[in-house]
């Protein structure tokens, strides 16, 4: 009789991988239709083994979410880190949570709407915040701006972000992407005003003029 590696596997290592295969498949089907013998299955070991490390599927929803916003809000401190304007940063971070959303789709366990408990929403709304001060921080880095509202802009932005990351996903080629990005970009950044005023609008009151977007930006 032969011992299988995967009783072998010391037991830190064992945890990291139960933890990468629990977010694959939360990931791919949700936290309601994922098992805990699906988790199992996917690491190759009985569901007693997965007790073991996880008490339940809360729990290991819990650290899954722990997991991932340590890379997301790392992904995000990065975008502050590189060189260039505000516009730059801007496209530069609607990108990566395209990539994030698409291609890793881990951003979709923060932004779901599937109900699962108290615990599990009051971390999403943590993690959200805590996310959405970050990338507010890395966008206002030269402006004045308060904590309250660096939370509010962050989750706005957040929420930009994963239309952006929608209408990326379902462009044709890579010509509508580049459209997408830029004007996203030029919306977070400038707002409507942005874009140039339309001659003889019929809309009443006062159209503010438009941002010299091509101009040199205040934090550049």
């Not at 599990?120 to 880095?141: C, F, P, S």
């Amino acid at each position: 009789m032969t011992t299988s590696t995967t009783a072998r596997m010391p037991r830190a290592q064992r945890r990291a991988q139960l933890l990468e295969l629990a977010t694959r498949v939360f990931t791919a089907k949700g936290f309601q239709s994922t098992s805990m013998d699906d988790i199992a299955t996917a690491a190759g070991v009985t569901k007693p083994v997965l007790y073991q490390h996880f008490d339940s599927k809360e729990k290991l929803y819990v650290e899954v979410l722990d997991l991932l916003a340590t890379s997301m809000i790392d992904e995000v401190r990065a975008i502050g880190e590189g060189e260039g304007d505000t516009i730059t940063r801007v496209r530069a971070g609607l990108h990566r949570f395209y990539e994030f959303v698409a291609l890793d789709n881990s951003l979709r366990l923060f932004t779901g709407h599937e109900l699962i408990s108290e615990v599990v929403q009051q971390k999403v709304v943590t993690v959200l915040d805590r996310m959405a001060i970050e990338l507010a921080g890395v966008l206002t880095a030269s402006r004045q701006i308060g904590v309250e509202e660096s939370r509010i802009l962050g989750r706005g932005v957040i929420a930009v972000t994963q239309t952006t990351a929608q209408l990326l996903h379902g462009a044709a080629d890579e010509a509508e992407r580049v459209t997408i990005l830029d004007t996203m970009t030029t919306t977070v950044v400038h707002g409507l005003t942005g874009f140039a005023p339309r001659e003889g609008s019929r809309i009443p009151g006062v159209v503010l003029a438009a941002d010299d977007a091509s101009a040199p930006p205040a934090d550049a």
